[in-house]
T-cell receptor, first 113, second 114 residues
Framework: NAGVTQTPKFQVLKTGQSMTLQCAQD?????MSWYRQDPGMGLRLIHY???????DQGEVPNGYNVSRSTTEDFPLRLLSAAPSQTSVYFC????????????FGEGSWLTVV | AQKVTQAQTEISVVEKEDVTLDCVYETRDTTYYLFWYKQPPSGELVFLIR??????QNEISGRYSWNFQKSTSSFNFTITASQVVDSAVYFC???????????FGKGTRLHILP
């Protein structure tokens, strides 16, 4: 069972570089989201989507772009990486209605130098 | 706006002691869902429990139990007879029925000392 797959697992970027974190799920979930985890800050929602073609901002959207062209994929783009974006990133998905279980990817460790 | 507060940043207890992790939430919705997740040192996020706002029954699963009290907007998690393997960061989360966002608290880091 693939579940939620994130790539890459580890990445080092230089300030100003761009990159895309990939997220794919094979459970036909409508809801997908990206969180970042920083020490003492918990999991903070960056962007989320409730279906193909629909995205919305979370708690900390600045510096990140997303798109949802298919149900399966929800990539997170850093257009010009900054050291403040050094973090662990988690992609998550669930069925949209009600309080369905949220499934997480394994995380992507990003360092911006 | 929805909010989840986990006031305990870090807790240390000796193995076999009981420990309670607190979670207080804020919402204006009458229908909502609460979750607990565990993040062991390996880093993955493991689902523990989901509770909807209409079900105030306490739940027990082995050494784990959850106390949901709407009157105090709390959804506390108790580990009985703690074990070293319980050492992890525990997150509480909230989803309102009228919104699609799922918001997490800052987490409580639990150390179980042998």
């Amino acid at each position: 069972n693939a579940g939620v797959t994130q790539t890459p697992k580890f990445q080092v970027l230089k300030t100003g570089q761009s990159m895309t974190l990939q997220c794919a799920q094979d459970m036909n979930h409508e809801y997908m989201s990206w969180y970042r985890q920083d020490p003492g800050m918990g999991l903070r929602l960056i962007h989320y989507s409730v279906g193909a073609g629909i995205t919305d901002q979370g708690e900390v959207p600045n510096g990140y772009n997303v798109s949802r062209s298919t149900t399966e994929d929800f990539p997170l783009r850093l257009l010009s990486a900054a050291p403040s974006q050094t973090s662990v990133y988690f992609c998550a998905s669930s069925y949209r209605t009600g309080g369905n279980t949220i499934y997480f990817g394994e995380g992507s460790w990003l360092t911006v130098v | 706006a929805q909010k989840v507060t986990q006031a305990q940043t870090e807790i240390s207890v000796v193995e076999k002691e009981d420990v309670t992790l607190d979670c207080v939430y804020e919402t204006r919705d009458t229908t909502y869902y609460l979750f607990w997740y565990k993040q062991p040192p390996s880093g993955e996020l493991v689902f523990l429990i989901r509770r909807n706002s209409f079900d105030e029954q306490n739940e027990i699963s082995g050494r784990y139990s959850w106390n949901f009290q709407k009157s105090t907007s709390s959804f506390n998690f108790t580990i009985t007879a703690s074990q070293v393997v319980d050492s992890a960061v525990y997150f509480c989360a909230l989803k309102e029925n009228r919104d699609d966002k799922i918001i997490f608290g800052k987490g409580t880091r639990l150390h179980i000392l042998p």
